[in-house]
Nanobody, 123 residues
Framework: QIQLVESGGGLVQPGGSLRLSCGAS????????IGWYRQVQGQQRELVAT???????NYGDFVKGRFTISRDNAKNAVILQMDSLKPEDTAVYYC?????????????????WGQGTQVTVSS
């Protein structure tokens, strides 16, 4: 079973920065997409940022240049650098990865999730 493990969450003041890291039990280059979602209790999980295996990145609209996703191949991890944090960024942040397997003539995509790490932005 593929495992994703997050680290780096915690408490930070508004305007501060945090760096989240997600390690994987397989090579991160094996994922079609790998990145981060977040969820506030009682709300739907939303996209923060993803890195696609052909180089593109996607960000949630709320990011507005404040967050940067990158891959650290040496450490086999995906990094989310979060700057200019706001109280509304408070949420549980989940690492996400998608893999694909070919079965006969059809590809099958599988979603994998980490356990989540709490990020709290408060003074």
């Amino acid at each position: 079973q593929i495992q994703l493990v997050e680290s780096g969450g915690g408490l930070v003041q508004p305007g501060g920065s945090l760096r989240l890291s997600c390690g994987a039990s397989i090579r991160i280059s094996s994922f079609r997409a790998i990145g981060w979602y977040r969820q506030v209790q009682g709300q739907q999980r939303e996209l923060v940022a993803t890195s696609l295996n052909y180089g593109d990145t996607n960000y949630g609209d709320f990011v507005k240049g404040r967050f940067t996703i990158s891959r650290d191949n040496a450490k086999n991890a995906v990094i989310l650098q979060m700057d200019s944090l706001k109280p509304e960024d408070t949420a549980v942040y989940y690492c996400y990865g998608q893999t694909r397997e070919q079965r006969g003539n059809r590809p099958h995509d599988y979603d994998h999730w980490g356990q989540g790490t709490q990020v709290t932005v408060s003074s």
